[in-house]
T-cell receptor, first 113, second 116 residues
């Protein structure tokens, strides 16, 4: 079974600053994918970024980057130059054996002007 | 950009009634999923569907639930004899054929189900 732990229930960040959201995972499968999704207050789930277990480089996607430390089983999301529209819930998820996503409990980010 | 479409956006139903939640996945996607999110909680996997059959289901997905792909575009989740605890946001998702874990699942905007 897979497990995702997000230890930060909520965070404040100043507009234009960077913020790091923590995610640790547990799986016995050697091959897996790690995903981050954003859920605004309107409720939809928006895919942000992906990291494969065999990827040598950390994933980046615009202002989003993933700090992947395989030995520590962590996949932290970094949002650079925060914007007011970044205020949302952020979920880390893992996909391993089978094709289902297992989600963490989420981190709520509030960007202050 | 193509997207997953879910209808209705909000469904209010009396306890004990049956509901059908509808989804139109992205047209070239072959894997389909249902997830649910009880208010304030994490997103939970319900079922995955590929090649016209269930490929995996969670322990939540008991005999009360069923899925169907009645035509080439729709993907439905039926909940029979609804209970108060079925109140949640239900998300449909789809993804392209997999060669690994590098294809994200694209989610619809969800159907908020309220059981009275």
């Amino acid at each position: 079974a897979q497990k995702i732990t997000q230890t930060q229930p909520g965070m404040f960040v100043q507009e234009k600053e960077a913020v790091t959201l923590d995610c640790t995972y547990d799986t016995s499968d050697p091959s897996y994918g790690l995903f981050w999704y954003k859920q605004p207050s309107s409720g939809e789930m928006i895919f942000l970024i992906y990291q494969g277990s065999y990827d040598q480089q950390n994933a980046t996607e615009g202002r989003y980057s993933l700090n992947f430390q395989k030995a520590r089983k962590s996949a932290n999301l970094v949002i650079s130059a925060s914007q007011l529209g970044d205020s949302a819930m952020y979920f880390c998820a893992i996909e391993a054996a089978g094709n289902k996503l297992t989600f963490g409990g989420g981190t709520r980010v509030l960007v202050k002007p | 950009e193509p997207e997953v479409t879910q209808t209705p956006s909000h469904q209010v139903t009396q306890m004990g009634q049956e509901v059908i939640l509808r989804c139109v996945p992205i047209s070239n996607h072959l894997y389909f999923y249902w997830y649910r999110q009880i208010l304030g909680q994490k997103v939970e996997f319900l079922v995955s569907f590929y090649n016209n059959e269930i490929s995996e289901k969670s322990e939540i997905f008991d005999d009360q639930f069923s899925v169907e792909r009645p035509d080439g575009s729709n993907f439905t989740l039926k909940i029979r004899s609804t209970k108060l605890e079925d109140s949640a946001m239900y998300f449909c998702a789809s993804s392209v054929p997999r060669t690994g874990y590098n294809q994200p699942q694209h989610f619809g905007d969800g159907t908020r189900l309220s059981i009275l």
